[in-house]
């Protein structure tokens, strides 16, 4: 078993974001997917449809994680200039890619394919495509950036696509605990004690409010299952003292 | 009327979004909350319960955006770190506020006020409390950085609290537009000359999938509500052009 994390981190891109118009739900998706497959996420950024902060954000997540995940800007509209940013980022040209235009003439009668539906064949040089099989227009992943569409369901099937090629660092394994009903700050000096005692487990403690009262979970998150368990056994035999206390 | 943009960023703290575990609502929430009064969003970024990660994350963003709003890190648990964090990207110092400790006094007993529970009454010098009329435990506001909690419901009274406070820009009206069930390919290119002659009015076109089928939007945002109504009136006229090609 490998001890390598492998990291990323997702780039949305959209003003319908941060104008609150839309609320995204690519962020969360991916870094759910990726978890089950080994791979970590450390960052989640948001920007508009800005070429320069694109370009800005691509070089800096793709100098930091192993992998950057795009979504949006990718259709065939003024306001979809993803393709362009992230080949500025990588210094090299864009042009229309024959691969990804046979891609668009599967779905698009050729005396439809007007100058906005060709934008969409556009691929930075040296990319790869990502397959998009519900419309056609592909994704690429260039370097260590995928870039996939915003459209949800478009969004899920290329991250399908692409999942297979993934590097895949050791997957985390966790385990959700009740606190009992326990507020935080009744088990949250015990809690911190534990997190000490226990480096190779990484514990969470989740206020959730739920009708006006707290309903806390504690996650524990480690890559070796028996030091998970032993863990698990520790916070669970605290929580138990604790109750015992509070009941008295 | 103002002409004055009044820009913000949004910095959710937490692992639990990035293992996604758990879906953040709180920025999508502030964004349409900040639209609403007049400011905008320009960026959001997630990262993880790390001190580094934090200060540096707090300092990127302070120093470009008007105002950055933080939620999440600040309960009783070891992970909750981020008054620590945005204390040291302000380089000043932080310590038990009284003000702080009166309003945790008012919800817990004395004889229940321990190291972890008092940790929450720690506050950067100099910073002034947010108000937190669900649990008491208060947010904080320091510079142009507002810290709030994570749990959605206390981050969105903290968000009342502050809202009269803050510095408003003029507000960005916009319209939504139905596309008429047409392809955004099929009125991409005459949008994008609408968008080239219409400075004053940023138009963005956003596909949405439904039964397999496109049913996408155009909106229109400006700060003139006259410059916005004749840009709708030129968009539907657009697309009734287009709509009647496509039924010839």
Redesign the interface.
């Known amino acids: 078993m490998s001890e390598k994390q492998v990291t990323a981190a997702v780039l949305?891109i959209g003003?319908?974001?941060?104008?609150?118009?839309?609320?995204?739900?690519n962020?969360?998706?991916?870094?759910?997917?990726?978890?089950?497959i080994g791979l970590?996420?450390?960052?989640?950024?948001?920007?508009?449809?800005v070429e320069e902060?694109i370009v800005a954000a691509v070089n800096a997540l793709r100098s930091r994680y192993d992998y950057v995940f795009t979504t949006g800007g990718i259709?065939?509209?003024?306001?979809d200039i993803t393709a362009d940013g992230v080949a500025k980022a990588f210094g090299v040209g864009i042009s229309e890619d024959p691969r990804a235009l046979a891609l668009l003439l599967e779905r698009?009668a050729p005396q439809?394919l007007?100058?906005?539906?060709r934008?969409?064949a556009r691929i930075p040089d040296g990319a790869e495509l990502v397959a998009n099989p519900?419309?056609r227009a592909p994704g690429f992943w260039i370097g260590n950036v995928i870039v996939m569409a915003?459209?949800?369901?478009?969004m899920q099937a290329m991250l399908e696509d692409v999942a297979p090629k993934l590097a895949r660092g050791v997957k985390?394994l966790?385990e959700?605990l009740d606190a009992h009903g326990l507020p935080?700050?009744?088990y949250?000096?015990a809690?911190?004690a534990l997190?000490?005692a226990l480096p190779d487990v990484?514990?969470?403690?989740?206020?959730?409010?739920s009708d006006?009262r707290?309903k806390n979970q504690i996650?524990l998150?480690a890559k070796d299952a028996r030091a998970l368990a032993a863990a698990v056994a520790k916070t669970l035999e605290m929580l138990a003292e604790i109750s015992a206390r509070h009941s008295l």
Request: glycine share 10%; no cysteine; net charge negative.
């Open positions: 949305v003003d319908e974001i941060l104008s609150g118009r839309t609320r995204d739900t962020s969360g998706h991916i870094a759910h997917y990726l978890a089950q970590e996420t450390r960052e989640i950024r948001v920007v508009p449809d902060e259709g065939p509209t003024h306001d698009i439809d007007n100058e906005a539906r934008r969409m519900i419309s915003g459209v949800p369901a478009i985390i966790s959700t935080e700050g009744a949250a000096d809690l911190s997190a000490k990484s514990i969470g403690s989740y206020p959730q409010l006006g707290f996650v998150r």
